[in-house]
């Protein structure tokens, strides 16, 4: 399996452009519906904590989808692979937008989340295109890129849904429309000596045997269950925040768009301008403990939250907890392995992670449909003070 394209040793050259225009416009129209969802759920009768299983309908598709998506495009191209998955997002957004049943929500929710999975083709893609050395550069730009759509589309996506919950999916439909146009008139395939047969396995969905393996190792399994601990405690509030604010701040999607895209700009100047100045100086495990405190602080003063503006202090914290802590564990986890293991043990963490993004919509809907709104910040702040102490606990060992 080759490249058609050339990987690039230095020049940046319009395929990547066009790739990392791709990727903006996803994220964008992903980041729009997303804080627009839950409302559209309550709107057609649903409780929070039913609305909590549909948001996690997409997560458990997602947990199939991308490595059996990933196979794919190495036997049929990034190409053909990439429309398909865009397609299945264009649909996915209609369904959204003419959704007047729950069924049409559930339906768009599982088309999206099957077939969807153009993050995984563009990655791939860009691999194919640049040359080792230019790689984690590159990677970095699409990060940049990926954080870039995620502070504007929850103020469009709240700005429209001010009109109607269907104006926001059907614009997202139109952005997803013109990522295909790109694709077919500006993207040449990157490969052109495909696989000749794929096989796909339960192992490739999720990693039973490396994970077995890696767990009989005790300082691997360490840092897995440390970052998985994190991974919960954060997705079990995040991907309930919107359900969380509506009852105890009473909070309309446009002001929910804000707050999602404050913690986005937060990120972004702290990533550029703390973060890194901050573990030179300190140094990782110090820093690691500081973003660990930052998630508690948070999560806390929400437990007191009730109104809007005070809601954006907490946040501060929220940005500067995940942008320290994600990628510690990652390089932790990676110095765990040999160069050899590392697409493996993470292989393994991103199936942990899925399961962490399956499981928490599910108890973040019943806690806030069944008990006190509070609650959910709380369990997300016991989880933080878990970590925290079994982090502390490990680096005395």
Request: with cysteine; net charge positive.
């Amino acid at each position: 399996m080759t490249s058609t394209l050339k990987p690039q040793k230095t020049k940046f050259n319009r395929h990547l452009i066009i790739i990392f225009i791709i990727m903006f416009t996803e994220v964008l129209g992903f980041s729009m519906v997303l804080p627009v969802i839950p409302f559209l759920g309550l709107s057609l009768g649903l409780n929070a904590f039913q609305v909590g299983l549909i948001m996690s309908v997409f997560s458990f598709s997602q947990l199939f989808a991308s490595p059996v998506t990933g196979k794919l495009s190495d036997r049929f191209g990034r190409k053909p692979i990439l429309l398909v998955s865009q397609t299945s997002t264009l649909i996915g957004f209609l369904l959204l937008g003419f959704a007047n049943s729950v069924w049409l929500l559930v339906a768009a929710r599982l088309v999206d989340g099957l077939i969807g999975s153009n993050m995984t083709v563009s990655q791939a893609y860009i691999s194919d295109v640049t040359s080792p050395q230019d790689r984690t550069k590159i990677y970095g730009y699409s990060s940049a890129v990926f954080g870039a759509g995620l502070i504007f589309g929850p103020v469009i996506g709240g700005t429209l849904s001010a009109i109607n919950y269907s104006i926001p999916m059907l614009f997202a439909a139109g952005i997803s429309l013109i990522s295909i146009i790109l694709v077919i008139l500006f993207l040449p395939e990157s490969l052109s000596l495909k696989k000749e047969k794929i096989k796909i396995k339960f192992n490739d969905i999720f990693p039973f045997d490396e994970a077995k393996r890696f767990f009989k190792d005790s300082n691997i399994q360490k840092v897995l269950l440390l970052f998985f601990i994190y991974s919960f405690g954060f997705m079990l509030f995040i991907s309930s925040f919107t359900l969380f604010a509506k009852k105890q701040v009473q909070i309309t999607p446009l002001e929910v768009g804000f707050l999602m895209s404050w913690i986005g700009i937060l990120r972004v100047i702290f990533q550029t301008l703390l973060i890194n100045p901050l573990q030179k100086k300190f140094g990782e495990d110090s820093a690691l403990s500081m973003g660990i405190i930052s998630m508690v602080v948070t999560m806390v003063i929400l437990v007191f939250t009730t109104n809007y503006i005070f809601a954006y202090i907490p946040l501060i914290f929220l940005a500067f907890g995940t942008g320290v802590c994600r990628p510690i564990f990652t390089s932790k986890l990676t110095k765990s392995v040999n160069k050899e293991e590392t697409g493996s043990v993470l292989g393994v963490n991103n199936a942990l992670s899925s399961i962490a993004q399956i499981i928490s919509p599910i108890l973040g809907g019943a806690l806030i449909q069944y008990l006190p709104s509070f609650f959910l910040p709380a369990l997300s702040a016991a989880f933080f003070i878990i970590l925290f102490i079994q982090w502390i606990k490990g680096s005395k060992t």
